[in-house]
């Protein structure tokens, strides 16, 4: 479980680790798709549905010989032992120096695990357990976290501190994005709105990569971190990536072995027409068609002038570079 500081070298050990396994996982396999939407019938009682979650729960170790390394938790997603965790998980294990992840259930079985591929951005993995022709595991509904409302019940599964898999029930207390939070981007490296589930749930050490379910046992979120207060006093904040976000991250990984995401490559900011106004009468510079011939100072919002995108950067070989985009275009 990681804290707010940065990680380092994530990449590198992630590709370390996957080696030459980073292609996706078959399509053939069976995937427990995101549950339909309400209405729905009540939960079950929070034992039952515990005890019905926990064997697709497993907690993962890195290993040389007989030596643990690292650690952190994982789920299953398909019948054929597809499992999902952090990808900072398996690149602390490399990092380490493991040579190989393994995966330990509630029940005493225990797999080897072959890493397939990771997503740092969203601090996503996918791997795949490592056992005899037939056997079947239990995979884990994928919820909607998008339905979820402040105050609803969720529960916490993992290894905290690398011990035994247990629940921490707690609520929602919110969503947060990663852009609006400097150190939280920072921390998962993230270069998108990234959504993280505030829950008041304990985490921990060794929670990392572990499921948040809801009342109804379905996946809401992918635990990622703790934010420890210190000094404050007020107890841990938990998160987790919200699950419409990290199930079609699976998905592509899955399919492609990667995430590929769109770029413009450029950065722009809002002008209106008080702001034209404004840089026509210091300066001269007409910002927005209009501005030159311009409307009456004082005039209703638009004041002749429309409202337009300045660009402000351009990144060298992406598309708007390519297309002829420049620093101080409209």
Same mark, same amino acid.
């Given at each position: 479980?990681?804290?707010?500081?940065p990680?380092i070298?994530r990449?590198?050990a992630t590709?370390?680790?996957?080696?030459? #396994? #980073?292609?996706a996982?078959?399509?053939s396999s069976?995937?427990a798709?995101?549950?339909?939407?309400p209405?729905?019938?009540?939960?079950p009682p929070l &034992?039952?549905m515990?005890?019905?979650?926990?064997? #697709?729960?497993?907690?993962?170790?890195?290993?040389?010989?007989?030596?643990?390394l690292?650690?952190g938790?994982?789920f299953?997603i398909s019948?054929?032992?597809?499992i999902?965790t952090?990808?900072h998980v398996?690149a602390?294990m490399a990092?380490?120096?493991?040579?190989?992840?393994?995966?330990q259930?509630?029940?005493?079985r225990s797999?080897?695990?072959?890493?397939r591929?990771a997503?740092n951005e969203?601090d996503?993995?996918i791997?795949?357990l490592?056992?005899?022709p037939?056997?079947?595991?239990? &995979?884990?509904?994928?919820g909607?976290?998008?339905?979820?409302r402040?105050?609803?019940?969720v529960?916490?599964?993992?290894s905290?501190?690398?011990?035994?898999?247990?629940?921490?029930?707690?609520?929602?207390?919110?969503a947060?994005?990663?852009?609006d939070d400097?150190a939280?981007?920072n921390v998962?490296?993230?270069?998108a709105?990234? #959504?993280?589930?505030?829950v008041d749930?304990?985490m921990s050490?060794?929670?990392s990569g572990?499921?948040?379910?809801?009342?109804?046992?379905?996946?809401v979120?992918?635990s990622?971190?703790v934010?420890?207060a210190?000094?404050?006093?007020?107890g841990n904040?938990?998160y987790g990536?919200a699950a419409?976000q990290?199930w079609?991250?699976v998905?592509a990984l899955l399919?492609?072995?990667k995430?590929?995401?769109?770029?413009?490559?450029?950065?722009?900011?809002l002008?209106?027409?008080?702001?034209?106004?404004r840089?026509?009468?210091e300066?001269?510079?007409?910002?927005?068609?209009?501005?030159?011939?311009?409307?009456a100072?004082?005039?209703s919002?638009?004041a002749?002038?429309?409202?337009?995108l300045?660009?402000?950067?351009?990144?060298?070989?992406?598309?708007?570079?390519?297309?002829?985009?420049r620093e101080g275009d409209?």
């Open positions: 479980m990681r804290r707010l500081l990680t070298g990449a590198a590709a370390a680790l996957l080696g030459s #396994s #980073s292609a996982a078959s399509s069976s995937f798709a995101p549950s339909a939407a209405p729905r019938a009540p939960p &034992p039952d515990i005890e019905d979650v926990f064997p #697709s729960l497993c907690r993962v170790q890195g290993a040389v010989g007989e030596r643990e690292g650690g938790s994982a299953v019948e054929d032992g597809t999902v952090n990808a398996f602390a990092q380490m120096g493991a040579r190989e992840v393994r995966a259930f509630d029940d005493g797999f080897r695990v072959e890493p591929a997503d969203a996503i993995a791997g795949r490592v056992a005899p037939g056997t079947r595991f239990k &995979p884990l509904r994928i909607r976290s998008g339905a979820l402040r105050g609803d019940t529960v916490v599964l993992g905290p501190l690398g011990g035994s898999l247990v629940p921490a029930v707690g609520v929602l207390g919110g947060r994005y990663v852009a400097e939280m981007s998962l490296n993230s270069r709105d990234w #959504s993280l589930l505030q749930a304990n050490s060794g929670s572990g499921p948040i379910v809801n009342a109804h046992g379905e996946v979120a992918v990622v971190m934010q420890l210190g000094a404050a006093g007020v904040l938990s990536v419409d990290a079609p991250i998905q399919r492609d072995g995430v590929t995401r769109a770029a413009i490559g450029m950065t722009i900011v002008v209106d027409s008080l702001q034209a106004e840089e026509k009468a300066t001269g510079v007409a910002l927005l068609p209009g501005a030159a011939g311009g409307g100072a004082g005039d919002a638009g002749g002038y429309p409202t337009g300045l660009v402000t950067q351009t990144v060298p070989g992406l598309p708007a570079d390519a297309a002829g985009l409209v």
